[in-house]
T-cell receptor
Framework: ETGVTQTPRHLVMGMTNKKSLKCEQH?????MYWYKQSAKKPLELMFV???????ENNSVPSRFSPECPNSSHLFLHLHTLQPEDSALYLC?????????????FGPGTRLLVL | KQEVTQIPAALSVPEGENLVLNCSFT??????LQWFRQDPGKGLTSLLL?????REQTSGRLNASLDKSSGRSTLYIAASQPGDSATYLC??????????FGQGTELSVKP
């Protein structure tokens, strides 16, 4: 399998549930990202990891908890979400974070919070 | 604070037409600018990346230009095809390395 994969592709959860989104990259990259894409709004960067270390947290609420056990895997743990958190969550990876590299995106997880 | 705007929000054209998508940004201190394509329910595919020192990049029927001083970029698509139907996103990378996205232009090319 190549590129960036995300599971699940679709997720419906209640506000009291706990769920996790998974991202895996098969490109040998060192940096991974979580983005949120809400309807009619631009993509928003949530978190950046470089060599497994979090280098950016874009003022994301604590009900979103990222985890990066190694350079190939990235998780987003979800807990007590709100309906306004319903969105497409996209994972991306790049060789590094110097700014010259292209980011490669996964297909996203479509999340609906009821 | 950097803001990226894309006009129009949606565009419908007949097959074969040449078209231009516009992107503007408020802070000219960018590192590079990138155009992406997003198909419904799918992730983003990078189309063209223009470094701040460059004026344009070409790939097949696509040509992207960058005028950093005026804060503008255009994506030109020649001889459009139904397969070009998608949402096109413009993103600038600021000096801190973060990608700032526009809201996108939803393109529909009718056969």
């Amino acid at each position: 399998e190549t590129g960036v994969t995300q599971t699940p592709r679709h997720l419906v959860m209640g506000m009291t549930n706990k769920k996790s989104l998974k991202c895996e990259q098969h490109l040998g990259h060192n940096a991974m990202y979580w983005y949120k894409q809400s309807a009619k709004k631009p993509l928003e960067l949530m978190f950046v990891y470089n060599f497994k270390e979090q280098t950016e947290n874009n003022s994301v609420p604590s009900r979103f908890s990222p985890e990066c056990p190694n350079s190939s895997h990235l998780f987003l743990h979800l807990h007590t979400l709100q309906p306004e958190d319903s969105a497409l969550y996209l994972c991306a990876s790049s060789q590094g974070t110097s700014g010259q590299e292209t980011q490669y995106f996964g297909p996203g997880t479509r999340l609906l919070v009821l | 604070k950097q803001e990226v705007t894309q006009i129009p929000a949606a565009l419908s054209v007949p097959e074969g037409e040449n078209l231009v998508l516009n992107c503007s940004f408020t802070d000219s201190a960018i590192y590079n600018l990138q155009w992406f394509r997003q198909d419904p329910g799918k992730g983003l595919t990078s189309l063209l990346l223009i470094q701040s020192s460059q004026r344009e990049q070409t790939s097949g029927r696509l040509n992207a230009s960058l005028d950093k001083s005026s804060g503008r970029s255009t994506l030109y698509i020649a001889a459009s095809q139904p397969g070009d139907s998608a949402t096109y996103l413009c993103a600038v990378r600021n000096q801190g390395g973060k990608l700032i996205f526009g809201q996108g232009t939803e393109l529909s090319v009718k056969p």
